[in-house]
Each structure stands twice: as structure tokens, then as C-alpha cells.
């Protein structure tokens, strides 16, 4: 019991250390440079990962509270990569500023609650790692303490995470009442699909719908993500809404599976309207931020339907797009957050000939933008064809086709910020930017991890091979 | 011979042009890069006879096959018959003109021949691939640089143009999406679902999902072939394309709608495609005819081609309609000489402008007499383009018409008719714009001091005027090229009737 205790909890483990460490310096010492920290910080975020790779059991622990298999770790280590390339990104943010270590204390915080929200076996313990998730992040969303927009932000965030986190418990006592149980496997083996149930699975998907921002219920993203820092956006973007659809794959997929035919229905719909509403908004925007903030809201209606596939191909794709959308998002967003941070513009307008004074930085957004809309030979086509390969896998082609077409929608948003940065004149296009050493790295790891998950077949068979069959 | 070749060529050239520094360096690169794929080719085609006159009848030659994603059989798995090998050839000749003739592009010239090349490797992978999930793949890696290259280098009303090609052509390739998943869905080899062209052929798919999903595949591939009504990226993509880009376009591009249409909708599905024979031969004659008229009232020189190419590549498409043996082999050359004299009437129009700034018919004027080189150039590929014997044009077209009068139904012996009708249409544009631009009275006392074309000039239009004089004296070659392939298809189309 002892080792197992360790080993099977050992990311979380390492996380926990990192902030004891922080908190050891926090207090210890104040003469530590931001520089140094940040450093240190990057460091211990690359071990990490790499520890993350090895040691990998499989086993349940705490009466099957907590539960963990290959395909956990491999999902947490996605989401500890994503933080890493995050920590890097935000470098150039937190350089001058003055409350590092609390805001890497309340990140990491958030990442451990993520963790556990993965390996829960219990819907108990699904919800304490979700609040633990949620509520530091509103904390890190007004990081810029004397913006105001920042603030606002970060009060529409809370607000929301409440009430969805409000609905998720309505529908959790729902089950638990008709049950009386809350552990995963035995409650798929209650559910039989009686009015009530569906009624508490439906709280259940609001929910979750607010957490991935899938319309009708994705109102609060563009805000929060306009007034956050870039850095809490992208982390909130890709690892918690990355964090959130693993959990959400696996919960559909284990304990409401005995309702499958309710929830493929109501994947459905959302998908669709997610992917619609969050292209057609994405149209219409100029602030960069809120552009992604549109564009992730119609990624997500694309992971939907790759989840309405109900198979070993839905929940490996699905996996598989949440890692190459680390990378591809990420890429992005590190180069929105570096002109943000070195220049303070924000607009598609601003990038008018970016190409001109700073090209390196333009072929990074633009691999990342190719990669997000899903052209080859970038990771984002092969991503965005196997979920749609399997939402295809039930032989609703009306789907795929509506998903086909809403890609032809997003490519052109895309292609008009690659149109501004490439093809448009401006007579005070940005200076040449000055990129510090760790965002560049991030950046390349981004690229790199574009070009080569894609290409390199390897990475989509491992992860196949950790799926579950349904 | 290994086909992989053909990719990892223009991959590492593309990626020795992103370290290279300055014009000369990158063009010179550019030059070996594409000369290699030309020899490439060539070496290809003599292999090719090679293993042919050895008694190799398989279907495909150098295949090579790995699985590439398992758990969704998706293969990498490539060979090619006569259709790809002339395909390939055509796709050579055309690369290494267009490097010739952007050998002065100054303005960004790293990224725009990084561009050309990686274009390239899109068309060759496409050609080869016999796996529909790579041949995808390759097709929507050529749309990009598409973009890039006309928005960036454009003239005109280059963003808007740039922009509507794109998205025409995603639109286009996101049908063939759903027609090419949808195949994949209703396959069954060894109880897994397969991408794999060989082995969809050779199992029948049940006709209600043949003719559920062919529209989307040959629709989509279509927009690549500018299928009327989808035509309209075709004109603003091509003028406001820089030279070699139109070349690109017009010569490579537009191949790949129209090889999609043949080796996959058409091969793949065949009773689908005898049911919708009818439609796609009202569309393509629809094509022929509109286009030839459009053109006649072009005044633009670049207009003029490119809408003569919705006409030209129109007669592909009614070729692979008509479904018969000779009809088919006529749409493969008709590609391959449409690829070769469109991409040299491009290359005079861009040489032609780069002198004299104009691309207006009216402005332009009496240019024989002073530059005759490039004026040459232009008539003969004017001529190529209204079919006169002894180029391209003419064995191409005769075989198509030849092709679609031996099927039988009096409706389909009325479009080729009107199809043949055409070439009087184009003979009346052609000429007309030869006659005024090139003939004439010198209408610009400044057209006097124009310099001919210079070296890589000369070579660019040489290597595609003897492409196209070697199919036009001697068209035997190519057309025992593509007869196995084509009889392949009709085989595969005769088993689809028998068991109607």
C-alpha cells in the first residue's frame, strides 16, 4: 500500500512538491529576482512532465475514490506539457511583476484539483477536484490587478463557474438520490434511463456545457477572455477546457453509458450549434483574444462530434485533438501574449504587415492558425479528421457534413488574420520584437509538436492503444 | 524505382531554400531542385516502359505500402499506372518553367519559390498516392500556398481573389471529404473499413451509397476542375496570380480536380457514375459552351485564358462523362496538353506584361516585330489552344470527340456536337487576340525598345513547346501510356453494369 500510494499519485505528488518549494520560498526569502524565479519555476515544471513519462501503474486507491490507468497519465501529462509551455509563454508577463510566486502557488493549485478531477472514480471526488480547479483560476483571471477589465473578467468567471458548478451538484444529488451511489462503476450499472435521470444527466451536461463553453452556454468566454491575462487565457483555453473534456469523455463513457442513445441526441444538437455560433462570432471579431476565445468555442463543437462517435476511436481522438490543440492554441496564443506584452496591441488591425519587421513570429501564428482551422501537413488536419472519422463511426453523415462545411467557415477567419499579417500594407506595422529566450522555446516546442504529432503516426497509435474500447 | 523520391525531392529542396540566403542562392536551388524532379520524371517514364515491355501487366507499378495509421487503416501506400506517370510528367514540366520564369522574383524570394516547390510536392504526392486518405491529404496541402502565392504576389484585386480560391477550394475538398468518409464507411476488407483505392475497387459498394456519396466526391473534385457552376474562382484566381503561380494553377492545379474526378469518384463508384452521366455531361457541355463565349468577350489577356481554360477543362470532364474507353483516354491527354499549353500561354502573357505593363488586348499591339521571340511563344500557344494539328491540342481534343461520338444516345451525340462547335468559338478568340496584340501596327511607340526574352525565358517556353510538339506529332507514345489505366476503369465500369 505504502509505494503504491506514492506511485500511483505520484503527479500529483510532484505538483503538490512544486508548490511546497514555492511556498518555502515565498516565505524564506524575498530577495529572489523574478527572473530566478520564473527560471526555477520552468524547471521544475520540465521535470515535471518528464517524471510524469515514467512509473506508469495502473490501480485505484481510497475505496475507489481515486482511480488511475495509462490513459490518465497520459492525459494528465498532456495537461502538465500544456502548463509547462504556458510557464515558459508567460515570461515575458511576469518578468516585472510583482506577485510571481503566488500566481504559479494558485496555477499549480488549479492543476492539482485538475488531476484529481481525472482520476476520480466518484462523482464526489469529481467535484472536489473541479471546484479546486475553478476557483484559484478566478483568483489568477484578475492577476493585472490594476486593470479593470481584469477584474470584470475574473467576477464573470467566478459567477459562471458557480452557477454551472451549482447545476453540476443539483444533477449530482439527482443521481445520487435515485441510486445511492456515487462511485463510477457501480452507478453505471443503476442507470436504466427514467424520466428523472435524463432530467438530472441534462443538469449534468449544463454543466459541463459551461465548463467547455459549448453554446447555448458559452456566453461568459469571450469576456473572460478578453480581460484576462494572456497567460490565464490560454491556460483556461487549452488546459482546463482540455482537463474538463477528458473527464467529460470518460464520465459519458463509463457511467452514463447505459443512456447512450440521450446523450449521442444531445451531442448532437450542441455540436452543431457550438460550431455554427462560435464560427460566425469568430467572423465579426478584432480584438485577437476574443477571436480565439470564438475560435475554441468552435473547436469545441468539432470535439463534440468526435465524442458523439461513442467508440475507442472517439475517446482516442479526442485525446489526440486536446494534445495537438495544446500545441496549435498555445502557439497562438504565445504569440498573441508576446506582442501583447512587448508592444500592448491587441488588434487584427495592429498586425497589419507583422510579416515585414518580425517574419519568424508570423510563420509561428500562422502555422498555429493553419493548424487550428486544420490544414495539412499540420497536426490540426489529422486531429480534425479523425474526430469527424469518428462521428462518422454511428452513420450520421448529415453531421460530418455540417461539420465539413463549418470548416470552410472557420478557415476563412483564419485566413483573414494571415491576410492581415501577410498581404496588407500599413504604413507603422509592430517594431521588430525582441523575443527572450524561454517564450521562443515554447514557441518552437509548439511548432515542433504541430509538425510532428500530425506526421508521425506513432503518437496517435499510442494513444489508441490506452483507449478504452466503449 | 521508389516513388517516396518524388517527395523527399521537393521537401529537401524546400527546406534547403529556407536556409539559403539572397536570390541567387534560392533560385539557383530552385533550378536544381525542379531539374532533378524533370530528370526524376523522365526517369520515371523510361522505368515505366521498362517494367511495361518486361510483361508486368499489374495495375500499378513501385508500390509501396505502410501503415501509416493502424487503428484506422489508413495507409501510406503509393504506385502509379500511365494516368499518374503522365500526370507526373506533366507536373515536372510545368514546376520547371515556372522556376524559369520567376527568375527575377526579387520581392520576397525565399518564401515565394519555398512556396512554388512545396505546391509541387503536393501535386506529386497527389498523383501517386493510391491511398484516398493520403491522396487527401496531398490535395489540401496544395491549397495554401495557393493563397499565399496570389495574395501576396498578386496584382489586382489580389486578397479577394486569394481569399475566393481558398475558400472555393476548401469548400470543394470538404465535399470530397464527406464523399471520401463515406466510402471509407461502407467498405469492408477483412472486416475493417479501408482507404485503400485497390481494395475499394475491387469490392462493390452497394448502389444506394454509391449514389449517395459520388456528387460529394466528384462535385468536390469538380470545384478543383472548375465545374460549372463552380467555376468562378478560376478567372479572378488565375489574373491576379503571379506568373508562375497561374502556371501552377492553371497547368497543375486544375489536374488534380479533374485526376480526383477519373481515379476516385469515377473508378471507385461506377454505377453512381453511369446514373449520373447525364448531369455531369449537361454541366461539362454547359462549361464548354459558356466558357468559349465568356472569353470571346475578355479584353484581358490573363481573363482570356483563364476563361478559355473553364472551356478546355470542361472538355475533360465531358470526356470522363461519356465513359468510354477512347473518351477517357482523351480526358488524360487532354489534361496533360491543356497543362502544358496553358501553362506556356501564361508564361507569354507574363513575359509579355512584365515588358510592356498591359495585359489589355487593346492596348496592346504590332509585338511581333518587336519582340518576336515571345510573340512566337504566344501564337503558338494560341494555336495549341484551338486545336491545330500538329500540337497538343488537336490529338487530345480529336481523341475526346472521337471518344464521345461512340456513345451511342442521341442526347450525349448532341453535346459533343456542340462541344466540337466550340473550337470555332476559340478559334475566333484566339485569333482575334493574336491578331490584335501581336500582329499589327505598333500601337505604343515605346513598345520599339523592348528587350526579347532572355535565357531562362527562351528555356522555360522551350521545354514546354517540345512537351507539346512531341505529343502533337507523335501522340502514339502517350496514348499506349494511358490505355492499360483506362482500361482498367472500363472494366471496372463493364463489371459495374453487368451487375446492374
Known sequence: MGTDFLILMKQEWMVIAIIFILMFIKIGSNEWKNERILNLVNILLLINFILGLFWNQEGTLFNEMYKTNPLIVAEKNILSLGTYIIALQAY????????????????????????????????????????????????????????????????????????????????????????????????????????????????FIAGFGFKISAVPFHLWTADVYEGAPV?????????????????????????FKPIAITWYNILFILSVLTMIIGNLFAIRQQNLKRFLAFSSIAQVGFILVGISGASREGSASVVYFVLIYVFSNLGAFGVVGLVSALSGKENIDDYKSFYKNNPLLSWVL??????????????GFFGKFFLLISGAGQGNYLLITIAALNMIVSLYYYLKVIKAIFMDPNDNPIEKLAIPASPKLALFICVAGIVLTGLMSYVYEYIYSLATSF | ??????????????????????????????????TGQFLMSLGLLW????????????????????????????????????????????????????????????????????????????????FISLDIFTLFFFLEVAVIPKFLLIGIWGSGKKEYSAMKLALMLMAGSALVFVGLVGLYFNTDVNGAHSFDLVAISKMHIDIASQKLFFPFAFIGFGVFTALFPFHTWVPDGHSSAPTAASMFLAGISMKLGGYGCLRVATYLMPDAAQAYAPIIILLSTIAIIYGAFATMMQTDLKYINAYSSVSHCGFVLLGIGMLTKTSIIGAVMQMVSHGLMTALFFAAIGMIYSRTHTRMVAQLGGLLKSIPIISTVFVIAGLCSLGLPGFSGFVAEMTLFMGS??????????????????????????????????????????????TDASWNERLAAGILIIGIVAIGIAPFWLNQLITPGAEHIMEHLGRAVSMK
Open chain 1, 366 to 379: 500562422a502555422i498555429s492558425l493553419f493548424s487550428l482551422a486544420g490544414i495539412p501537413p499540420t497536426a
Open chain 1, 231 to 255: 497567460s490565464v487565457t490560454s491556460y483556461l483555453s487549452v488546459i482546463s477546457k482540455g482537463a474538463v473534456l477528458f473527464v467529460f469523455v470518460s464520465i459519458l463513457y463509463t457511467v
Open chain 2, 47 to 126: 522505368a515505366y516502359w521498362k517494367e511495361r515491355s518486361a510483361g508486368n501487366t499489374s495495375q500499378f507499378l513501385f508500390e509501396f505500402d505502410y501503415a501509416w495509421f493502424a487503428p484506422l487503416n489508413i495507409h501510406y501506400h503509393i504506385g502509379v499506372d500511365g494516368i499518374s506517370v503522365s500526370m507526373i510528367l506533366l507536373t515536372a514540366f510545368v514546376v520547371i518553367a515556372g522556376v524559369l520564369v520567376s527568375w527575377a522574383q526579387d520581392n520576397m524570394n525565399k518564401e515565394f519559390f519555398f512556396l512554388l516547390i512545396f505546391l509541387s510536392l503536393g501535386a506529386y504526392g497527389y
Open chain 2, 405 to 450: 461520338w461512340q456513345n451511342a444516345d442521341q442526347w450525349y451525340r448532341l453535346a459533343t456536337i456542340l462541344a466540337c462547335a466550340s473550337i470555332v468559338v476559340t478559334a475566333v478568340y484566339i485569333l482575334r487576340a493574336v491578331g490584335s496584340a501581336i500582329m499589327g501596327p505598333v500601337r505604343d511607340k515605346h513598345f520599339n525598345n523592348l
Open chain 1, 92 to 203: 515575458s508577463w511576469l518578468k516585472n511583476h510583482q506577485h510571481v510566486l503566488e500566481f504559479y502557488i494558485l496555477l499549480l493549485s488549479t492543476l492539482v484539483g485538475m488531476f484529481f478531477m481525472i482520476s476520480a472514480g466518484n462523482l464526489l471526488m469529481f467535484y472536489l477536484g473541479l471546484e479546486l480547479s475553478s476557483i484559484p483560476l478566478a483568483a489568477i483571471a484578475n492577476f493585472d490587478l490594476e486593470k479593470r477589465k481584469s477584474s470584470e473578467a475574473a467576477f464573470k468567471f467566478i459567477i459562471s463557474s458557480a452557477f454551472s458548478s451549482g447545476l453540476l451538484l443539483f444533477g449530482i444529488s439527482l443521481i445520487y438520490g435515485l441510486t445511492g451511489t456515487l462511485t463510477f462503476t457501480e452507478l453505471s450499472q443503476h442507470l436504466n434511463g427514467n424520466p428523472l435521470e435524463i432530467f438530472a444527466f441534462v443538469l
Open chain 2, 1 to 34: 524505382m521508389n516513388l517516396s523520391a518524388l517527395i523527399i525531392l521537393p521537401l529537401a529542396t524546400a527546406i534547403a531554400i529556407l536556409l539559403a540566403r539572397g536570390l541567387k542562392q534560392v533560385r539557383t536551388l530552385a533550378l536544381i531542385g525542379s
